[in-house]
């Protein structure tokens, strides 16, 4: 019996972790999946977005996730000056590859030193009425136990992702993201400027770094490093979902949040980081394009 | 009322010039065809007419009405808002993207926008086959129909000068005279002013109103009318193997 508790309680837990992982990768998952830009800075922004939630929330005491919705803007806008840079620098003239890596490695390393110059190097906190409790109770002879930080953070998860998946679905713009880097010239010949549409569309998966970071200070206290956990996490959620699938990075967050609660549960949390790698590893042993990936049929 | 109206063109890529002195004329209801064999420059002119290759000297003009509008100074986008749609050569289809996603895209200009629903409808009545694989990726199509789903996302726009490159390329050859047979039909019956660059002379010349042929990057002969380009001596020796 104490082991079917155990279970039920880590799946509720993985859930609501996969969706936070969810909301953490989905503007990776444009990004990187989309526009074929590596910003391996994804996860160091999320921490950025986090001290400014902080700061919002320790000094006029607003609520984490309003907070999170007011830096969006901001974050949007810091997204289209990067990718006006890296287009001029690196795009334009075929240098992405590697060159492009090491901007983003470059940005990574400056964003993380303002924050330690800035905050120091210890781990801060926000305050809001559903952070330290929890909801729960006795079913059929099992306790269950749900804290409301993680749920809070599933549902603002859940409707950012899935809003962003719909009209990335549905709206012209959206369609346009997606036919992006499959072919740059077909699409100005639809009317379509290219490098406009791959601007706004990686300025919408930076803007994703505002509220995802605010999720992940009412999940976990933060630091300027703590970014550098997720990088492995995030790039194993869009490579195991399947390059340019936003539902597959999404599913691929579920199992991952899943996987890792179940494995620290019984396993000890020591080994929840190699989860990823292991599923990313036998996913793409099997599938090479990932869950949903398609691979290029040119 | 369009009329298309390239003069002194020459274009290249890099510092390798392909194209030297072209001048054509599109008139308005007519089918056009840019004839010649592989290398000539044919998709180098129907690309520096979309917008996508800038011309180093020359003119192309669009005369729309009491309009001229300076072709050369415009961007790829405002070429497309000014009317005109491009079937490039190879098709270019998205492959990743549905039928539907492909056809939606064509229709990416505001003005094309509000038409499509009745665009789509347009496109699935001329093309049954591509209602048929509406939800299907456009890359796990036959060679046949990804040219039906080119030639349709291109009338998305609701263009009123339809360019079409080398429609024929990679079809079997029932397949290239019914593409022909469709092309021939936007123009009867929707009255699209159309340029098509084909190296099938047999093919082009069953549609085409006029026509012209290209060189090494030079206009070889320019024809009058239909009949003129037939019986000309040069078609028929060089091309037609009469």
């Known amino acids: 019996m104490i082991i ?10 993985g859930i609501l972790l996969g969706g936070f992982f969810a909301a953490l990768s989905i503007g990776l998952s444009i990004c990187f999946g989309l526009l074929d830009t590596v910003n391996i800075a994804h996860p160091t922004f999320i921490v950025a977005a986090a001290f400014c939630t902080f700061i ?34 690196f795009e334009k003239t075929s240098a992405e590859a590697l060159r492009g890596l090491a ?56 409707i950012l992702t899935l809003g962003l998946q719909m009209f990335l679905d549905r709206s012209f713009f959206g369609r346009a993201t997606r036919a992006v880097h499959q072919d740059m010239m077909a699409l100005s010949l639809m009317g379509v400027d290219p490098v406009a549409i791959k ?12 509220i995802a970071g605010a999720l992940m200070i009412i999940v976990i206290p933060i630091e300027p490093a703590v970014g550098r956990l997720f ?25 991952l949040g899943i996987a890792e609660s179940m494995v620290s549960t019984f396993f000890g949390p020591s ?3 190699a989860v990823s790698f292991t599923i990313l590893l036998g996913v793409l042993a099997f599938r090479p394009t990932g869950l949903l990936g398609v691979g290029d049929t040119r | 009322m369009v009329e298309l109206v390239v003069k002194d063109l020459v274009a290249g890529y890099g510092n390798v010039s392909v194209l030297h002195n072209v001048s054509l004329d599109v008139p308005n209801g007519e089918t056009v065809a840019l004839l010649g064999t592989n290398g000539n420059g044919k998709s180098t002119l129907m690309r520096c007419i979309a917008g996508l290759i800038k011309p180093t000297e020359g003119s192309i003009t669009l005369k729309d009405g009491d309009r001229q509008i300076d072709l050369a100074a415009c961007s790829p986008k405002q070429i497309v808002e000014h009317g005109i749609a491009m079937v ?33 409808d347009f496109c699935f009545t001329l093309f049954p086959r591509l209602a ?18 080119a030639v349709a996302r291109a009338l998305m726009s609701d263009p009123k000068l339809l360019l079409v490159d080398e429609p024929s390329v990679g079809l079997a050859p029932i397949l290239v005279s019914q593409m022909i047979e469709k092309i021939g039909e936007l123009n009867t019956s929707r009255g699209l002013t159309i340029l098509m660059a084909e190296q099938n002379f047999n093919q082009a010349i069953k549609i085409a109103d006029k026509g012209y042929i290209i060189v090494h990057g030079e206009i070889a002969f320019a024809s009058k009318d239909a009949t003129d380009l037939r019986e000309n001596d040069m078609v028929k020796s060089y091309y037609l193997g009469v």
């Open chain 2, 88 to 120: 490039p050569e190879g098709r270019r289809l998205f492959p990743l993207l549905t039928v539907e996603d492909n056809l939606t895209l064509g229709a990416y200009r505001a003005e094309a926008r509000e038409k499509l629903a009745e665009s789509i």
């Open chain 1, 231 to 255: 990088i492995g996490n995030v790039f194993a959620i869009v490579v195991l979902g399947g390059l340019g699938s936003i539902s597959g990075t999404l599913i691929a967050a579920m199992i």
């Open chain 1, 199 to 210: 601007r706004i569309a990686f300025a919408i998966g930076l803007g994703t770094c505002g």
């Open chain 1, 271 to 273: 080994w929840a980081p």
């Open chain 1, 56 to 89: 919002l929330n320790a000094n006029f005491g607003i609520d984490p996730i309003l907070a999170g919705i007011i830096i969006t803007p901001l974050f949007f806008g810091l997204g289209w000056v990067i990718y006006s840079l890296y287009y001029q620098f």
């Open chain 2, 132 to 149: 048929e694989r509406k939800t299907q990726q456009a890359g796990s199509m036959s060679g046949g129909e990804q040219q039906m789903l």
């Open chain 1, 4 to 13: 079917l508790e155990l279970f039920i309680n880590a799946l509720i837990a």
């Open chain 1, 103 to 158: 901007f983003f490695f470059g940005l990574l390393f400056i964003t993380e030193v303002v924050l330690i110059i800035s905050f120091g190097v210890d781990h801060r906190l926000v305050n809001a009425a559903y952070i330290g409790k929890s909801f729960g109770g006795e079913f059929a002879g099992i306790s269950v136990s749900v804290p409301f930080r993680l749920l809070s953070a599933f549902v603002v998860a859940a």
